[in-house]
């Protein structure tokens, strides 16, 4: 199936002082970190965001995170909307500070999909913890959006649940393959050099 992956980069950061998709990861910034990610992955790829300054220089396509829409469920809502217009059936979605993620993560969140017919998310999980912000979607989950928001609420999970979601869980290992960096700290924990990749 084709599929269409979108980084998203829409957070403001405020816990690493702004600009975190900007940030130093080993020889590169995790927005470059993030798009080598994605290329292995699959060839279309998007970063969603809310200003192209946050990703200055990122060599890939731009879509903006839907307005209105608080935290990653506008990024997911532009990666849908996109994969409408393109055509892509599904689209796989993973946060642009998650530099350690593992390289099998579109091949096994498909193979989950493929195997739960009722399923229509695939989310990946580690250490007893889900990970709604990398999951893959099937596009027309953008149909059922309008009535969840309705709803009131916003999370991505709560989102997955009422499209029907699967998770697939990874073996535990020596470094949290999903391990998001949210502070400096935490940045510089995984920087280090049996984690960094790059």
Request: hydrophobic share 50%.
């Amino acid at each position: 199936m084709s599929l269409l992956v979108v980084v998203l980069a829409g957070g403001d950061g405020l816990r690493m002082g702004g600009a975190k998709p900007l940030r130093r990861f080993g020889r590169s910034t995790l927005i470059e970190h993030a798009l080598r990610l994605a290329r292995g992955y699959g060839a279309d790829i998007a970063i969603s965001l809310k200003d192209p300054a946050q990703v200055a220089g990122a060599d890939a396509r731009l879509i903006f995170d839907q307005p209105g829409l608080a935290g990653p469920l506008g990024g997911l809502a532009a990666g849908l909307a996109d994969a409408r217009r393109t055509g892509a059936e599904r689209v796989l979605v993973f946060a642009c500070d998650m530099p350690l993620l593992p390289d099998d993560l579109a091949r096994r969140l498909a193979a989950s999909l493929n195997a739960n017919p009722r399923a229509r998310v695939a989310m990946a999980s580690s250490g007893g913890k889900v990970h709604p912000a990398c999951a893959l979607w099937t596009a027309a989950c953008l149909e059922r959006l309008p009535l969840y928001l309705a709803t009131g609420r916003s999370s991505l999970r709560g989102f997955a649940e009422t499209c029907g979601a699967a998770v697939v869980a990874w073996p535990a290992a020596a470094a949290d393959p999903f391990a998001n960096a949210n502070t400096p700290d935490e940045l510089a924990a995984l920087q280090a050099p049996r984690f960094a990749l790059h």
